[in-house]
């Protein structure tokens, strides 16, 4: 028994591999030129890789590519006037919900309301920089996170989950 253990602890001892979380290269930052408030122009000429998801008369919805090392990710814009007002972005399911979670709380505090529901949950941010932030992340194995939404908190403008819901097919 002793020379099964001590085999097993030479065997650990001697790997010397490093072990991150597979969240990889993301923070919050990698959204900030996403954000509402920001100048859609300027987003354009630093992100070229977009298409027009929805326009209607001066509102339109746009879908940019970030591509990363290990990921992509579809980040979906609503401008008004070249402002963006809202930002949605559908995260990868190999990041980690309690990595992601407690950058968002680092940035915005504790969340202002918590609906959980079975295994998945929402986190609502109110009012944080003339935004709502909504967070929804799920278990199953392990806890991931859904997706992130940054809406604005002017009222002229219909949020951009009520317009993809609206988009997604009705099967």
């Known amino acids: 028994m002793s020379l099964i253990l001590k085999i097993f602890l030479i065997f650990f001892v001697r790997i010397h591999a490093e072990i991150t979380p597979p969240n990889y ?7 900030e030129n996403f954000a509402p408030g920001k100048s859609i122009e300027e987003l354009k000429k630093t992100n070229p890789k977009f298409d027009i998801f929805s326009e209607t008369g001066d509102q339109k919805i746009l879908r940019f590519k970030l591509q990363r090392k290990d990921y992509m990710l579809d980040i979906y814009t609503q401008v008004k006037k070249d402002i963006i007002t809202d930002l949605f972005v559908r995260l990868p399911q190999h ?7 407690k950058e968002l709380q680092s940035k915005w505090k504790k ?6 529901h079975d295994k998945s949950a929402l986190y609502i941010w109110l009012d944080k920089d003339s935004t709502n932030i ?15 939404e940054i809406v604005s908190t002017d009222k002229t403008v219909e949020p951009l989950y009520k317009k993809l819901n609206v988009a997604l097919p009705k099967w």
């Open 25 to 31: 290269d993301f923070t919050l930052k990698t959204l």
């Open 95 to 101: 990041f980690l919900h309690d990595l992601f979670l």
């Open 111 to 116: 969340q202002d309301k918590f609906v959980r």
């Open 134 to 148: 909504i967070y929804h992340g799920s278990c199953s194995i392990t806890c991931f996170p859904m997706f992130l």
